[in-house]
């Protein structure tokens, strides 16, 4: 064969996804390459659960209409199915979905995780899908069984579905088709998609196989042909061959044209350099090959893709096992490549040794290994090939069986993948491996935590995925570290359940994932799980007088650089109005003079503003922004309606004023909704007050302490909830009438400006504009009751649907999420700090009990602060997948196992701060 050398990459179609499921247990590429390196046998028997051997084998003789051998390749579970994760797919219509389907269904989504392409992202797309499949074992089990036909039962049944489900499943638009060529159909599937690709009709495409063997049928017929081996081994290359065994699996390859695929910046497994199918035409017998034809085609394909024959560092052979096939095979190889070669014999191989033939699905299994080949540089060993046939001329047609494990030569290995089927129809592909592509000079990785995303559709899978994260970062690098948390956050899709965690490093991220995995509670710090929601804009709640405690933000103060400075701008502005500076009164963590409001609501701002800016620093801002009392003042700057300057003249002269009225008064906590309140207030005839609307069944009470007492006795004989709270002061009360004039006059000739983000009122109830919140409304904001429930109505009634505690400690966590529990669509609900919580860090953790714990703010923006850098590369991650035995049906037509039933409890999911004692009530 002559060859003129040219560009090999100039029709190149990259592979930039891989999955495959493969007898033995077989669940991934590195599952397979594991078992090739080891010399594994992953023939078995017929399991129980597809057919009765004593009744359909007799190995002892040839009789009618039984097999003489039991021996196959099988998954661990072809009745499972995960309709957890394929939601869109319901039971009913599951079990009346042939397993290949379901199969196929599994294999793509995980060659899409595989490619680090959202799903999300194709939707509408021209993407396109050739899958090549030849086993009906189910239709023919549905025709024959007792259960009467439904509305699913003829599309389940369709070949072209196969292909078709996975098109409807992801609104694909491209072509979509099933292809049948018996055991060359897999490899044919992916030749059209290299055409497909190549002629621009799709930008993407999926190529598969798959077989799933149901029936004892086939078993009977093969054995009535003589094809299956007596002896239970594919012998390839052997004097012993006699014939093949039967197996079953799948795989899928996602594809892009190569330059598509450099510039998306995928991982590329490895190159199609050239694909070609023909027939072998008339030949003695329908199912007898033609060397002849075999030939031809690889001439054609190697002359297409430009590779010599001693470019060609290895071909996995189709490789049966038969006596008839084999020497057909060596000879059309030695014919077209090996006698060509100068450098020494051509090294053959072939998988079915290992996992037996999967006959429509058999060209996945050997692409797969292809791959791996390069991809490893090792060509594993082929099994049971000795003693080597003596009716294959190997010296003459220098042809190297790979009996042992050997190096790939080669600077840039190219391999060849044969598959042929029964009929006649011939498939060859060339490979190459990735071309290099140069990388930017090395950078240091980012300093400080980093965000590691894990999602799955259900709780339990989630702790399964967050398992897998854990297992894979036990040993990752810090530069690879980087890579898999860009490839966690911004290049996978992400599902509704998720865990993050924030990490310095992989060691640490990993032991918070393996919590996450055992369903640990409570949570490591920096660690959070949650459904997340459809919208994803984000509203900072800041809370008010109750959220502070002596030595909240001490260690933000010493470890946080961000954190620090903010906190010094802060108090450059304060300390003129006050006289003392937050930041030594925070370092200092006196518990004594943070009871008094006028160090407290000072301290509380600050402390707000430098943790926003901590968040800021981390890619997380607000679209919307409310307070509790005190805490709109905060919000309000965040907002833009006030600089800070004006903002401080505000707090601090709040703060001073409300100081004055200490012992006028206290508050309690109430568990009645507004309109109970009122009629339980009415006795009292105004010396008590509504201060505060949380909920709708939560109000806060002020007024004369001994009018609190008697209505708290008056309530408990009821069992309504009643708690005094730990404040000397009756705060948006009468109480505060006092100093009305005194604030006004403070506050006079203050200019705020236009909010940047809206702020709702808890003046109000409703959104606010910045301009108005002149010295009049921060009287209101002291005078009047704080409406804190009907302001987070507002912002759920407009859509959104995260929010975060911005404070100390999470008060305003439990009115929030009693705010949106029974809401129609997901609302995240999440603290940043807490009471005596160790929190993250860029070096270790500290011990002392005072730390307040940040978390991540928001799962479904977290993954911003890991944006691409030049240096970021998508990496090989655990695949999400679904969960083992969640929600499996069984299929009809009596070929299933028993149904799995789902787990029988379900964790508590959501949970995200590590104490038991309820949150103090904010006012």
């Known amino acids: 064969m002559t060859v003129a050398p040219t560009n090999p990459d100039r029709h190149a179609v990259a592979i930039v996804g891989l999955s495959c499921r493969l007898p033995g247990g077989i669940d991934g590429p590195q599952d397979l390459w594991e078992a090739l390196q080891g010399g594994r046998d992953l023939v078995g028997e017929v399991p129980p659960d597809r057919f009765d051997p004593k009744r359909f084998v007799d190995t002892e003789r040839r009789r009618s209409n039984k097999s003489y051998t039991a021996a196959g390749g099988f998954l661990q579970d072809v009745t499972g199915f995960d309709n957890g994760y394929f939601q869109r797919v319901s039971p009913r219509e599951a079990a009346r979905m042939d397993p290949q389907h379901r199969l196929l269904l599994e294999l793509a989504v995980e060659a899409l995780d595989d490619a680090g392409i959202d799903q999300a992202s194709t939707a509408g797309s021209d993407t396109a899908v050739f899958v090549g499949m030849s086993s009906h074992d189910y239709a023919d089990l549905q025709s024959t069984g007792g259960d009467a036909p439904n509305a699913y039962s003829m599309a389940g049944l369709a070949a072209t579905n196969a292909a078709n489900r996975i098109s409807h499943l992801l609104d694909w638009h491209g072509p979509s088709m099933a292809v049948d060529t018996a055991c060359s159909s897999a490899l044919t599937a992916l030749h059209q998609a290299y055409e497909t690709l190549r002629a621009g009709r799709a930008r993407m495409a999926l190529a598969g196989g798959v077989s799933v063997l149901l029936s004892p049928f086939g078993f009977t017929g093969f054995s009535a042909a003589s094809m299956l081996s007596p002896t239970g081994r594919c012998r390839v290359f052997s004097a012993e061959a006699d014939g093949y065994v039967r197996a079953e699996g799948g795989g899928v390859v996602a594809l892009k044209l190569l330059s598509d695929a450099l510039a998306d910046g995928d991982r590329i497994h490895g190159v199609i350099l050239a694909s070609g ?314 518990p004594a003079r943070i009871e008094a409001t006028e160090i407290a609501q000072p301290l509380l701002f600050a402390f707000q503003i430098a943790l926003v800016e901590l968040f800021k620093a981390r890619g997380v801002r607000p679209a919307a922004v409310l307070g509790h009392s005190v805490g709109e003042i905060a919000a309000a700057h965040i907002a833009g309606a006030l600089d800070l300057p004006a903002a401080a003249r505000v707090v601090a002269e709040r703060s001073r004023a409300q100081a004055a009225t200490r012992g006028r008064g206290r508050m309690a906590a109430v568990g009645l909704s507004v309109e109970e309140a009122t009629k339980e207030l009415a006795p009292y005839a105004g010396a008590l007050e509504i201060a505060a609307v949380n909920g709708d069944q939560d109000v806060t009470i002020c007024g004369p302490e001994e009018h609190l007492q008697a209505l708290g006795a008056d309530l408990e004989l009821r069992a309504v909830f009643f708690r005094m709270l730990e404040l000397d002061y009756a705060f948006h009360s009468q109480a505060m009438d006092p100093v009305r004039n005194g604030l006004l006059a403070s506050l006079e000739g203050l200019r705020p400006a236009a909010t940047a983000v809206p702020f709702v009122s808890t003046v109000t109830g409703t959104a606010c504009p910045g301009e108005e919140l002149g010295a009049h409304y921060w009287w209101r904001n002291v005078r009047e009751p704080v409406l804190f429930g009907p302001a987070l109505h507002t912002l759920l009634n407009d859509g959104y649907d995260t929010f975060v505690d911005i404070g100390p400690h999470p008060v305003l966590r439990p009115y929030l999420r009693k705010a949106v529990k029974g809401s129609e669509q997901p609302v995240l609900v999440t603290a940043t700090c807490a009471r005596a919580v160790p929190g993250p860090c860029p070096g270790p953790p500290l011990s002392t009990p005072q730390r307040p714990r940040c978390w991540p703010p928001a799962l479904t923006s977290i993954g911003t602060s890991s944006s691409r850098s030049p240096d970021a590369r998508p990496t090989c991650l655990p695949i999400p997948g679904s969960a083992s035995g969640n929600g499996t049906v069984t299929p009809s037509g009596g070929c299933a196992s028993p149904v799995r039933p789902p787990p029988s409890s379900t964790p508590c999911w959501g949970h995200a701060s590590p104490y038991s004692s309820p949150a103090g009530p904010t006012w």
Not at 355 to 365: C, D, F
Request: proline share 8%; hydrophobic share 40%; aromatic share 4%.
């Open 277 to 590: 199918v023909n027939s072998d035409g008339s030949t003695t017998g329908l199912a007898l090959p033609s060397a002849q034809a075999q030939a031809a085609l690889l001439e054609q394909v190697y002359t297409q893709a430009g590779v010599s024959a001693d470019d060609l560092s290895y071909l996995e052979a189709h490789g049966t096992g038969t006596p008839v096939g084999d020497p057909i095979e060596c000879d059309a190889i030695g014919r077209a490549l090996g006698t060509c070669r100068t450098i020494g014999p051509l090294p053959i191989g072939s998988v079915k040794s290992n996992t037996g033939h999967l006959e429509a699905a058999s060209g996945m299994a050997g692409l797969v290994k292809a791959l791996l080949v390069l991809r490893h540089r090792r060509i594993p060993p082929t099994l049971h090939a000795q003693p080597l046939s003596p009716h294959i001329d190997f010296e003459g047609w220098q042809l190297d069986p790979c009996t042992e494990t050997r190096s790939l030569a080669g600077q840039r290995p190219v391999v060849g993948v044969n598959s042929f089927g029964f009929g006649g129809s011939n498939a060859h592909v060339v490979l190459a491996a990735a071309p290099a592509v140069p990388l930017n000079e090395p950078s240091e990785p980012p300093k400080g935590a980093l965000p590691v995303v894990v999602s799955a559709r259900t709780p339990e899978a989630l702790e399964a995925a967050a398992a897998r994260m854990a297992q894979r970062l036990q040993e990752e690098t810090s530069e690879g570290f980087y890579d898999v948390a860009w490839t966690a956050a911004r290049r996978r899709t992400l599902h509704p359940h998720r865990a993050v965690v924030l990490a310095p490093c992989a060691r640490q991220a990993a032991e918070a994932l393996e919590a996450v995995g055992q369903g640990a509670l409570p949570l490591p710090a920096a660690t959070a799980t949650g459904q997340a929601v459809t919208d994803g804009r984000v509203v900072f709640a800041f809370s008010g007088n109750g959220s502070q405690w002596a030595g909240m933000g001490a260690d933000l103060l010493r470890e946080e650089p961000v954190f620090r400075a903010a906190l010094d701008r802060a108090d450059d502005a304060l300390r003129p109005h006050l006289g003392w500076s937050v930041r030594e009164e925070m370092a200092a963590a006196d």
